[in-house]
């Protein structure tokens, strides 16, 4: 009987030891072509530095590649297809980067590249700072929030009316004018109320005021059933008067008010009661800087 070989055999156990070959020289070939630079951070007390900008540049084909220290302060940079030859830049807040050249001078698998970092000590100049310090502006005319403020037209008010607190507060809707007896002054009511149970403010601080000269150069507003908690001492209703600051401008003004019987319409009962009378009222304002943007007057009579 004739010997006959089987050559399909030796194929069959042929093709998969090449594999085997080719997988376990395919992380060598991989390897030999990369650079790998490793290193370690320090500062001047050897302790490492954690966060550092590690960039590593190519002498040849000027490609770069970065990594950042973890908390040992060492790094790792792999450059596939490397030329051996790099510069690298270390940088850390806090202190001075730091550049050196690294290149392989053997067949070194790994380029070892080290580094001590100095502290940027920066000196700088005495600052000095100096500000006014914060103080209440109880000049401000800031509305009250609820929306409950409003504001008083002085201009609406006939010349004798004007300066009169009672009737400037009347002359808003919904308040009602309280004239004074036997010599008392007037007042005014909201809801309902007696003017004992109103209060009246001037720059924030209460006050009892019942006439202001009306030439004053003031702000008046009204407020009722206010939400402000650091409003109170009424359940009426509160005026507010707010003086106006002074300016470098100098201001004068004058008025006059005169009424006399000839002036006087009535009826022939009046008239014989001797209800005529003969009155005359002056009144001014000045203002102007007593120093230029520093100091100011405003005086009204």
């Given at each position: 009987?004739?010997?006959?070989?089987?050559?399909?055999?030796?194929g069959?156990?042929?093709l998969?030891?090449?594999?085997?070959?080719s997988?376990?020289?395919?992380?060598?070939?991989?390897?030999?072509?990369?650079?790998?630079?490793?290193?370690?951070?320090?500062?001047?007390?050897s302790?490492?530095?954690?966060?550092?900008i590690?960039?590593?540049?190519?002498?040849?084909?000027?490609?770069?590649r970065?990594?950042?220290?973890?908390?040992?302060?060492?790094?790792?940079?792999?450059?596939?297809?490397?030329?051996?030859?790099?510069?690298?830049?270390?940088?850390?807040?806090?202190?001075?980067?730091?550049?050196?050249?690294?290149?392989?001078?053997?067949?070194?698998?790994i380029?070892?590249?080290?580094?001590?970092?100095?502290?940027?000590?920066?000196?700088?100049d005495?600052?000095?700072?100096?500000?006014?310090?914060?103080?209440?502006?109880?000049?401000?005319?800031?509305?009250?929030?609820?929306?409950?403020?409003?504001?008083?037209?002085a201009?609406?008010?006939?010349?004798e009316q004007?300066?009169?607190l009672?009737?400037?507060a009347?002359?808003?809707?919904?308040?009602?004018?309280?004239?004074?007896?036997?010599?008392?002054?007037?007042?005014?009511?909201?809801?309902?109320?007696?003017?004992?149970?109103?209060s009246?403010?001037?720059?924030?601080?209460?006050?009892?005021?019942?006439?202001?000269?009306?030439?004053?150069?003031?702000?008046?507003?009204?407020?009722?059933?206010?939400?402000?908690?650091?409003?109170?001492?009424?359940?009426?209703?509160?005026?507010n008067?707010?003086?106006?600051?002074?300016?470098?401008?100098?201001?004068?003004?004058?008025?006059?008010?005169?009424?006399?019987p000839?002036?006087?319409?009535?009826?022939?009962?009046?008239?014989?009661?001797?209800?005529?009378?003969?009155?005359?009222?002056?009144?001014?304002?000045?203002?102007?800087?007593?120093?230029?943007?520093?100091?100011?007057?405003?005086?009204?009579?």
């Amino acid at each position: 009987m004739p010997f006959r070989r089987r050559p399909v055999l030796i194929g069959t156990l042929v093709l998969p030891l090449l594999a085997v070959l080719s997988l376990l020289a395919s992380p060598a070939a991989a390897q030999e072509g990369a650079d790998v630079i490793r290193g370690r951070v320090i500062g001047p007390d050897s302790a490492a530095i954690s966060g550092a900008i590690v960039t590593a540049t190519s002498i040849s084909g000027n490609v770069s590649r970065r990594a950042r220290t973890a908390r040992d302060g060492r790094y790792t940079i792999v450059f596939p297809g490397g030329d051996g030859d790099y510069f690298v830049l270390f940088q850390a807040i806090g202190y001075t980067p730091r550049r050196f050249q690294v290149k392989r001078t053997a067949d070194q698998d790994i380029l070892i590249a080290d580094a001590r970092l100095t502290i940027a000590a920066q000196g700088l100049d005495t600052v000095q700072i100096a500000g006014e310090r914060n103080r209440v502006n109880r000049n401000a005319g800031t509305p009250d929030i609820s929306g409950s403020e409003r504001t008083v037209n002085a201009s609406a008010l006939s010349a004798e009316q004007q300066g009169d607190l009672a009737a400037m507060a009347a002359s808003l809707p919904g308040v009602q004018f309280i004239p004074g007896a036997e010599g008392d002054p007037s007042g005014f009511s909201v809801f309902g109320l007696g003017a004992d149970q109103n209060s009246t403010t001037l720059n924030g601080l209460s006050t009892d005021a019942t006439n202001l000269p009306r030439d004053a150069a003031v702000t008046s507003s009204l407020s009722t059933s206010t939400y402000d908690v650091s409003r109170g001492g009424f359940s009426g209703a509160q005026m507010n008067i707010r003086t106006r600051p002074g300016s470098n401008f100098i201001a004068r003004t004058g008025s006059m008010n005169f009424d006399s019987p000839g002036m006087q319409w009535t009826d022939r009962a009046v008239k014989s009661l001797g209800q005529e009378y003969t009155s005359a009222s002056l009144g001014g304002l000045v203002s102007g800087p007593v120093v230029f943007d520093k100091a100011f007057y405003n005086l009204s009579y």
